[in-house]
């Protein structure tokens, strides 16, 4: 999922465990979910370098990104796409914009109730639950390494954007490596996180969109 797609399909799941203990790192998969929410449940705000692969899809293509990411509690992001083009991706809890100043064009949706389904994007900022949305297992290891552990991630619900989610964590401390999601048409887009931060207190002007002059604006024409 390129583009806007790519990152509300990051994201992704915020679940840093630091300083979790060795003592789940042969948890069962729904106990290493139940603690992955409870420390999700203690994190307000959290930013992230990243990067982002991109495979599949129609034209079969691979795609690199890379960027930065905020997050805030409830419903605030930005994604920022540094290279190898420049792409903003924000919300503020009320509306989605998705910005790419060389089409010169805003596309502006509205954030969706939180009972008309979760995107990983908006879980990661405050809008869902682990263990009531997903149905969680193993992952199986295909070549990972012996320090990560992987969880599978299948929506209850169907979702628009993906089939399912990898998150993967270090095997002891459980913090956030990375996170794998596939959609209907099998292409798949993947999230390595660095420089991770947590509950540094964001301002809500950080996720403030301002309509740049002389670009176009698509609009689902919701208030």
Known sequence: MAGHEGAAVLLALWLTTAGAGSGLAAASAQELAQALQKRYDTVAD?????????????????????????????????????????????SDGRKLYFYVPADKQVVVTSVPPPDQGTTPALFLAGQGNLQRDFTVSEASENGRATDIRALKLTPKTPQAEFEWLILSVDADTLVLRGLEAQDAQGATSSFLFTNLKENVRMSDKTFTFSVPRGVDVVSDGSR
């Open 46 to 90: 959290f930013s992230a370098d990243f990067v982002h692969v991109y495979k599949g899809g129609v034209l079969r293509k691979q795609l690199t990104e890379r960027g930065r990411v905020a997050i805030k509690k409830p419903g605030r992001m930005r994604w920022e796409y540094t290279s190898p083009e420049s792409k903003l991706f924000v």
